[in-house]
């Protein structure tokens, strides 16, 4: 339903209390109350709202819980609650549609600010798509492509190469078929790893590559960029 549900005895039980905009709570059957995320102000999402865990509320490929549209109506109306200001800050880096935690993790470190520790790179649509039309269906089968990354205006892809879900010759096999017919299209097509994430040397590289094809640089201003940095992974890679 695209809710969040909490037993009332459990929250007795547990001395959980949750204080909510009107229209917050909504009833269903067992004794449940269902939450609707949007509209909570006490629970973690909201009251310490960062980046990631906006990301995870506005991910597919489940339906969304919520969206960074229905976010940002929340926290206008929520007046001077407990981490409001925290969650103002968060939601102009909230992107919508990843389809993984490490996606959400990958685009966090390319897109935040450099005083967070990312890379400072324009947002990237998220799982777009990219329809082939009929003059174009000499390079593929597929009547369209669904990318991790899409910069549309520039052309760029970055393609999130999961061990879970690219094993295989079969797979591989697809995705350098699907990775050629991207390219014939007019698209550059990186492909990020876990392990290119997971290693800071290897992301750097990575982002800087990334930049440029983007046409543009990273050149942090702060003087503590690496703490920063450090800070940040700290923070998504735990």
């Not at 973690?44 to 709202?49: H, I």
């Not at 102009?92 to 685009?107: D, G, I, K, N």
């Amino acid at each position: 339903s695209g809710r969040l549900a909490a037993n009332r005895s459990h929250q007795r039980h547990r001395g959980f209390r949750v204080r909510c905009l009107p229209g917050a709570y909504v009833r269903a059957d067992g004794g449940v109350v269902q939450i609707r995320p949007h509209r909570v102000s006490r629970l973690r999402a909201v009251r310490d709202l960062r980046t990631r865990q906006g990301e995870s509320l506005c991910a597919r490929p489940r339906k969304p819980l919520t969206t960074p549209d229905k976010l940002a109506a929340y926290v206008d109306n929520a007046g001077s609650l407990r981490g409001i200001q925290q969650a103002r800050a968060a939601l102009p880096h909230v992107l919508s549609l990843s389809a993984s935690p490490r996606e959400s993790t990958l685009s966090m470190l390319l897109t935040l600010p450099y005083k967070r520790g990312g890379s400072n790179i324009a947002h990237p649509n998220m799982n777009a798509l990219i329809p082939i039309g009929k003059r174009n269906r000499w390079a593929t089968d597929r009547s369209h492509f669904r990318c991790d990354l899409l910069w549309p205006e520039q052309n760029v892809a970055v393609e999130y190469d999961s061990t879970l879900c690219h094993t295989g010759a079969e797979r591989i096999a697809e995705d350098a078929s699907r990775r050629n017919a991207l390219e014939s299209l007019g698209f550059t097509v990186l492909t990020a790893t876990w392990r290119q994430v997971a290693n800071r040397q290897e992301y750097l590289r990575f982002a800087r590559i990334l930049a440029c094809r983007l046409g543009g640089r990273i050149r942090p201003s702060c003087r503590d960029y690496a703490s920063k940095q450090f800070e940040l992974r700290s923070e998504l890679l735990r």
